[in-house]
């Protein structure tokens, strides 16, 4: 999978913002991993198999985390193809062309003012990534959601165990515990810094969950966070095969590779983000006639075939009441 190419010529002020924001993520991230080992796990040790248990399941989940987070950030999320635009037999009525970049935009593709260029099946341009979630990252900036949440909920129980423990334990202060002020200092310090890491995760929790939600909904229905916007527009829900295919569109065919931040052969994304098999085109449905396009899944090859009812239930997707032939 080709990576972003950071040397593209940006606008320079949001270049810059960009990847300091970045910068920024990647330390919130460094300070509550650093804190949560030092201060919230490393007390479970003392109980081996509780620690072992807790330290391991933790490492798991936040290994991921990372792994979609350096996914989301550095895979180029599509492009346009060079030499793109009209073929004979294009099912389209018309093209949309973007003056910017100087191409015509294949369906669901559009003009990024951050990336300055067009994105395929462009969902949304994300500040966290300072990236563009496209048809190529799609998949991991879902995992991103989940890991992330799944990660910050070891911090905040644990965190908030840890302050329960220090009030119960140092509060009235029991100076036979620990009688120095260094001791005292250091207990205090602590506190400081799990109250810190719970002003972080709380908000980012409360905010993860419905958004997660929203975006597993959207790859659910086949639709980008910029056609939720146009719910009036024809090309809203169009693309809705199913919760099956929908999901292959953005995680691959294979269901045990949907939770793993890598793309290979059967985890990649289904189709190639410029041709997009459609429900419900602009055909006259009173005669009869719908359109779909059948997918090949090992050659990725796209064709439009038409189903006509004959007096009988059919599905347009297959069946052995659907009769359908080839154009």
Excluded at 13 to 19: A, D, E, F, P
Excluded at 67 to 86: A, E, H, I, M, N
Excluded at 175 to 199: C, N, Q, Y
Excluded at 233 to 258: C, K, T, V
């Amino acid at each position: 999978m080709a990576s972003v190419d950071f040397s593209n010529n940006f606008p320079s002020r949001k270049r810059r913002s960009g990847i300091c924001f970045l910068l920024l993520v990647t330390s919130i991230i460094l300070f509550l991993y650093i804190c949560y080992i030092l201060i919230l796990l490393q007390p479970l040790l003392d109980f081996v198999y509780i620690g072992a248990a807790v330290g391991i399941s933790f490492h798991i989940v936040f290994m991921l985390f990372i792994l979609s987070f350096y996914q989301c950030v550095t895979t180029d999320p599509g492009r346009v193809p060079s030499k793109w635009g009209f073929r004979v037999g294009d099912e389209s009525k018309r093209r949309r062309y973007c003056k910017v970049c100087q191409v015509w935009k294949p369906d669901r593709t559009h003009h990024c003012s951050e990336c300055a260029r067009c994105v395929l099946n462009m969902d949304h341009h994300c500040p966290w990534i300072n990236n563009c979630v496209g048809f190529y990252n799609r998949k991991f900036f879902i995992q991103l959601l989940i890991y992330a949440q799944f990660s910050l909920v070891f911090i905040f129980f644990q965190g908030t165990l840890f302050l329960i423990e220090q009030y119960v334990s140092f509060w009235p202060y029991n100076h036979e515990i620990d009688p120095t002020p260094l001791g005292r200092s250091i207990e205090a310090f602590k506190v400081f810094i799990v109250i810190a890491m719970l002003i972080i995760t709380t908000p980012l929790l409360l905010a993860l969950f419905p958004f997660s939600r929203l975006h597993i909904g959207f790859v659910v229905r086949n639709i980008t966070t910029i056609e939720s916007l146009s719910p009036q527009s024809p090309e809203y829900g169009r693309y809705d095969l199913g919760p099956e295919r929908n999901i292959q569109q953005a995680f691959g065919y294979n269901p045990l590779h949907w939770f793993c931040p890598f793309n290979n052969r059967s985890s990649r994304p289904a189709g190639d983000g410029v041709r997009w098999p459609v429900r419900c085109p602009e055909i006259d449905i009173e005669l009869g006639q719908f359109a779909a396009y059948k997918t090949t899944e090992n050659t990725n090859h796209i064709s439009l075939n038409t189903y006509h009812q004959q007096g009988q239930s059919f599905s347009p997707y297959g069946g052995s009441n659907s009769i359908y032939h080839q154009i």
